[in-house]
């Protein structure tokens, strides 16, 4: 079944103010103006950037007259666009996020427009562009021509379509963009949004949107050294590993290794059987070979996952997908309805704290003879700032996930290492050099060297850098017969 739409309640509109005491007023009776879809309330977050003149003043005569809805915030000294709407982002309380200019090129009406592919269960992000429309206003030729080159270059870049990168306009889910660690101060946040938007894959739509564009004489800010600039950050974020979780940008860069992951896969394939539930199954690296078992449920917290995996997938009519928080107790009832054969996670249990909860909770509510197959990574001498940046509580000791598996109620009928080769890789990567990320050529050169690696595994005496660990949860013992009554004489 699809999973539920979520549900709006709030939107915050997010203003960087630089030296606008003349148009904030107008600008936001506007906003507050501006028809919201129904059952949708606003909040309006205006940080002034070190503005010279009285704009901080009127920022906070608006805040006294609309309490409750706008929420001003002082940033000194000026420290670009970028900067403050960082600062907007993190003071916002919406599940719904617009950018607007604290002038009026752009017209509120449309927030209307720009949020339905949100509100519909489409979007994740919506762009709002200014040369999309039948009707436009005529603007400055060599400033259109700037723009459409940069769009471009980021087009070509990022592999996507947008008709106007650099408009204000952009709305979000709160809870996408709030993943998002940027990091320009100035114009060049348009750029990095882009890029980002589309490492992170998020689902991106384009609306047409009215534009009033000012001239230089009315108080625009943006110049041709900021298209200069922009040109450094197109590059510069296209090719960056800081767009979103650690976690996320390793399960991108583990995409660079097919053969890696399918030799994972196969390490573990003799005991999955016809009917296999996945839990944290992140992006869908392993579950590409699982999903053509018979019947298979894959499982995650994270519904953005989920969707991403549902838009790939959702015509396998064997395949069921499922929030399931393996933090939280109920969320493993699903499996009792499923009834797997066997259970897979592999590099998920490091990460949750209670792991024997974890164990526990599937030992009650899996079947009886179901396979638990759990590879994890070995060795607390490896562990590294990696593995805490990937959120790791603990790298495996010897017999220490077998012992917990026994203490939860399950049988341990196998145990093995993987990836030998690996603990030499990774403790000079990470362990020695504090390497904060797995890079996509490292990926690429170990892809390249798997099948020379899946030899050595089986040759080397050495552990590996993860242990394997195939559990039973056992069949219940039958309760021996009453003895027969001796027949009466």
Known sequence: MPLAKPAFTKLSILIAAYNEEASLRHCLDGVLAAPLPAGLSREVVIVDDGSRDRTWEVMQQLEQENEGIVRVFQQNPNQGKGAALRRAIKESTGDLAIFQDADLEYDPNDYPRLLAPIIDGRADVVFGSRFAGDIRKVLFFWHTLANQFLTLLS??????????????????????????????????????????????????????????????????????????????????????????????????????APKFNKWMYESVKPWIGARVAELGVGRGNISRFIKEHQHVLLTDYRTDYLEELRAKWNHHPHLEIGKLDMTAGTDFEQLRRFAPESVVFLNVLEHIEDDRAVLANLCRTVPEGCRIIVLVPYNMALYSEFDKALGHFRRYSRGELEGKMRDAGLEVAEQFYFNKVGVFAWY????????????PWQLKVYNALTPIFRVLDKVLPTSGLSTVVIGRKPSAPVPKAAPALAASA
């Open 155 to 256: 087009n070509m870049l990022n592999d996507t379509n947008w008709t106007d990168m650099e408009t204000c306009y952009k709305a979000f889910r709160a809870d996408c963009l709030r993943a998002i660690p940027l990091e320009s101060n100035r114009f060049g946040i348009e750029p990095e949004i882009t890029a980002k938007v589309a490492r992170n894959r998020l689902r991106m739509f384009e609306v047409p949107i009215n534009y009033d564009g000012r001239s230089y004489d009315e108080g625009k800010k943006i110049t041709w050294k900021d298209g200069l600039a922009a040109l450094w950050f197109i590059f510069k974020y296209r090719f960056s590993s800081n767009y979103s979780d650690p976690g996320k940008v390793t399960l991108d860069a583990l995409e660079c």
């Open 428 to 439: 000079v990567a990470n362990t020695l050099g504090g390497q904060g990320v797995l890079k």
